[in-house]
């Protein structure tokens, strides 16, 4: 069925020394792909390091970002075809972060979606609450337009390739996290949206992390929810302790 995947998002936070001595840490202490994946999520200028330095590792390098053109007259922004020529495996699209202080819209990250399975990248897509809702505040619901968006013109070959996160915008970086009630209830409806846009047994084929104030201490009920499988971390998985120890959970 489907592996567990627990994802690292370090976002801007880590320096090069950090890099190194988070590594050492995990040495030797991640389980095999088989059984869980494991992904760190860091900046473009950390990812070719982390290539080589997770060489002999099953831990996955996952971009924060990704431009949506494979080559060309794009300053400052990142190839798809360069991040998977040095070896990342992994991008995430659509972050709420990206959507709300660099102005990614739903068709952006579809441009961004595309581009990356077209060059051999796995997307994780992040998508947040359905903004009709979103007055309800902890009531508030993923946004279903966010998935069908992201989504267009993806083939069912390359669904299989996707991972679409569910991070609620006020539990990211709050503390506090979503219920493990609430993030079931989130990761069926976009599993029932996956079924209906594709099929259901594609739907089940899927993986659908849950993202937002994840800890070791509250990931346990989180993951043990039959429509998530997974986390997307940023703070704890900072330290790779509890990296480790979400990872053991997992
Ligand atoms: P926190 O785990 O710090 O809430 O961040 C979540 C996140 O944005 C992961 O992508």
New binding site residues.
């Given amino acids: 069925q489907r592996v567990p995947f627990v ?1 690292a ?1 370090w ?1 801007i936070n880590k320096l090069q020394a950090d890099v190194v001595d988070f590594l050492k840490k995990v040495d030797g202490k991640v389980p095999d792909q088989a059984v869980v994946e494991t992904g760190i ?1 860091a900046q473009d200028l950390f990812l070719a390091d982390l290539v080589r330095a997770t060489a002999a590792s099953p831990i996955h390098v996952v971009a924060e970002n990704v431009h949506w053109e494979d080559s060309g007259a794009y300053t400052g922004e990142t190839s798809p075809k360069a991040l998977r020529d040095i070896g990342a495996k992994y991008v ?1 699209i659509g ?3 990206r959507r709300k202080f660099f102005n990614e819209t739903d068709s952006t990250v579809n441009l961004k979606v595309t581009a990356a399975l077209r060059n051999g990248l796995r997307p994780i897509i ?1 998508v947040d609450e359905d903004m009709s809702t979103y007055a309800q505040f902890m009531d508030a619901e993923p946004s279903v337009a966010q998935v069908a968006a992201a989504l267009a013109g993806v083939s069912v070959d390359q669904i299989r390739n996707v991972t679409i ?1 569910y ?1 609620p915008t006020w ?5 506090e ?1 979503a219920s493990a009630d609430q993030a079931q209830k989130a990761a069926h409806l976009i599993r029932q949206t996956l079924a209906k846009l594709y099929s259901p047994v594609i739907a089940e084929q899927v993986r659908i992390l849950y ?4 800890t070791p201490d509250n990931a346990r009920e989180i993951m043990a929810q039959s429509d998530i499988d997974g986390v ?6 900072l330290d790779p302790d509890k990296f480790l120890k979400l990872v053991a959970i997992a």
Avoid: Q, R, Y
């Fill in positions: 994802v998002n976002k999520a995430l972050h709420f972060e992040d996160a991070e539990a990211i970086g709050s503390g996290a993202g937002g104030s994840v997307l971390v940023g703070t704890a998985a």
